[in-house]
């Protein structure tokens, strides 16, 4: 090979790392746009009202999203519920039985595959199994979306903090009599908690933002909740919820619904990205294995 | 069964004579929780399954009356009975290559600066911005994107590309509305630059540093122990991280519903023309649909395209397997 000069070397070097710097750049300027643009809008239409009130009629002004934040929570309460126990105890065991096993690995493979289900198929497949079927849209359809896609991110940073905890730890339980699954509930989870509190909380996160799979399940509703059955209820019929609500609002010609929508987005910014970053400064420790 | 556990106390505490009887009670509460955990991890598997059939199930009525015809119709447009998928196909693969384009050297040169170029505290900073990128929710991608990227594009971005000598060719020709196949492209960049991100930055971090040490000590450059050690160290990691942004950009849905422009019945003409994708023809007309034809032959998309993301997803896990059997991890 014949040498090349130091000078150009040099060159390409200064020219990788600078460019490597402007994506560095790029990429944080872009997420700061983003915040900064959902502030800017969307402030304004943080009142009273906002919080208390229904979706204004028609072309009103005024009115809030109040039954749409309820909505959201309860939905996204319902997939946790589903999702976080299911992906809990499969990532046990994943870590703590299958291993490196033939079923394991199996389990795993699918696990990855169902994460990268595009979240829309996630919400006809609840649509498929739940809205035809019984002939109406519900909260619960749209919860059993979202717990889909929840599970198995769920499972698998569950596995990864579980496989953290050093095995001398399982050993020492089971050479005082410990039953497997009393060590494994009171001591391998017990010493991962802070990485699995983490991972659920982030799971649950992930999910509450989502729209597309709220579509075709949730749909949306200009109502109170009602209860959990009738037609306002979270079984029996369309729900409201804070992202469905926001893409009808975005696509409205007033500037005064558009707002609206702006607003609802800056309440979603600002619960998706506060949660994670407490939860990584709260919880960093659990990830010291 | 729980509550003979309950009854039989503390397990540390007994004498040896106890200890029999004990242990036989607990030979059955551990494959109870053994079989417990199984079938929650089984879950997953049964739920895809279950999605495979149901959607082969409402779609099936699309398949029978339509037969091929919409893999070569382009069309889609219920009204005038016409079920083509090639729009929805072309919309998805083209924003899905332009994202890719733009998208994986950022990542790569991100992944580089964070592994190779910055402190570890600067590092851990920069990473966890790009990791709140991923977190951003998709309706505000689009809301971003329709709002102020679409105006910037129109007003800006297009009418300079098409003053430079660039603008005579054919892709980019046509009027600058700001929505459109271009814009598409560019938002789903963003979408999927922290993943891509996040992945090929943990391979690289696996290169052993005593490799990296020796390229540095035959007097490499920081480039070229990145191009010729790492790189090729981490590069089946890498094609991995590059096929998992590819199955996320190929089924994003709602960002790309904002700002593609909804164009159903033809083909689009220029990368500053309105389109759709598969996800945005079903995000848009799913709730519309008012016939079972119509409502099937939906479905009917929703199974193509979730092919077409497992077939990718596969390839990525693939040589995710790959590069962890390379590099004995189990990360």
């Known amino acids: 090979m014949p040498p090349r000069s130091v000078g150009r070397r040099r060159l390409a070097n200064r020219v990788v790392t600078a460019g490597a710097w402007t994506a560095g750049a790029i990429g944080v300027f872009v997420l700061g746009w983003i915040v900064t643009t959902v502030v800017v809008r969307g402030i304004g239409a943080w009142n009273v009202a906002f919080f208390t009130q229904l979706p204004p009629n028609g072309t009103d002004t005024g009115g809030g999203l109040a039954n749409c934040i309820i909505g959201t929570l309860v939905i996204t309460f319902g997939a946790a519920i589903v999702g976080l126990p299911l992906g809990f105890f499969g990532a046990i065991y994943l870590s703590e039985f299958g291993r490196a096993g033939r079923v394991a690995t199996g389990i795993r493979a699918v696990t990855n595959i169902v994460l990268g289900v595009p979240s829309i198929i996630a919400g006809m497949f609840a649509y498929a199994i739940l809205v035809l079927p019984s002939h109406h849209f519900s909260g619960f359809s749209a919860s059993l979306a979202l717990a889909f896609i929840m599970l198995p991110v769920m499972t698998r940073t569950a596995e990864d903090v579980l496989n953290l905890v050093p095995n001398e730890l399982r050993e020492s339980a089971l050479a005082m009599g410990v039953p497997r699954w009393k060590a494994t509930l009171g001591v391998v989870v017990k010493a991962a908690r802070g990485g699995l509190i983490t991972g659920a909380i982030l799971a649950v996160v992930r999910v509450a933002g989502e729209t597309a799979p709220l579509l075709f399940t949730a749909l949306s509703s200009q109502y109170w909740m009602s209860g959990l059955f009738g037609n306002s209820g979270y079984f029996g019929g369309p729900t409201p919820n804070l992202t469905k609500e926001i893409f009808d609002l975005s696509g409205q010609p007033y500037p005064h619904l558009v707002q609206l929508a702006w607003g609802g987005a800056l309440l979603i910014i600002v619960a998706v990205l506060g949660v994670n970053v407490l939860t990584r400064l709260l919880f960093q420790r659990g990830k010291e294995w | ?331």
């Open chain 2, 1 to 331: 069964m729980s509550t003979a556990h309950v009854e039989t106390g503390p397990p540390a505490g007994g004498a040896g004579a106890q200890a029999r009887p004990r242990r036989h009670h607990f030979a059955f509460g551990d494959p109870l929780f053994r079989w417990f955990t199984i079938v929650c991890a089984a879950t997953v598997a049964a739920a895809m399954f279950v999605l495979i059939g149901v959607l082969v199930k409402n779609s099936w009525l699309a398949i029978h009356v339509l037969g091929i015809k919409p893999l070569t119709h382009v069309a889609y447009n219920p009204s005038t009975n016409q079920y083509g998928a090639l729009s929805s196909l072309f919309g998805t693969f083209v924003t899905t290559i332009l994202a890719m384009l733009i998208a994986v050297p950022l990542a790569l040169a991100i992944s580089l600066l964070l592994v190779e170029l910055v402190h570890p505290v600067v590092s851990r900073i920069l990473g966890t911005s790009i990791e709140m990128l991923a977190a951003v929710p998709s309706i505000i991608f689009g809301m971003w994107g329709i709002f102020v990227v679409a105006p910037l594009m129109a007003n800006h971005v297009e009418p300079w590309v098409q003053s430079t000598p660039l603008g005579r060719l054919g892709i980019f020709s046509g009027a600058p509305v700001g929505l459109g196949i271009l814009t598409a492209g560019v938002v789903l960049s963003l979408m999927i630059l922290p993943f891509i991100t996040a992945v090929s930055r943990d391979v690289l971090q696996m290169v052993p540093t005593v490799v990296k040490e020796a390229g540095y000590g035959m007097g490499s450059t920081t480039y070229e122990v990145m191009r010729k050690i790492s790189m090729r160290y981490a590069l089946s990691g890498i094609a991995g991280a590059v096929f998992l942004g590819l199955g996320r950009a190929l089924g994003e849905t709602m960002a790309v519903a904002y700002v593609i422009g909804g164009n159903f019945t033809a083909l689009p003409h220029s990368l500053f023309a309105n389109g759709t994708t598969v996800s945005a023809t079903l995000a848009l007309n799913f709730g519309e649909s008012s016939s079972k034809l119509e409502t099937s032959s939906l479905i009917e998309l929703a199974l193509i395209l979730f092919v077409i993301t497992m077939v990718f997803q596969v390839i990525a896990q693939l040589w995710l397997a790959r590069a962890r059997r390379m590099t004995g991890s189990r990360a």
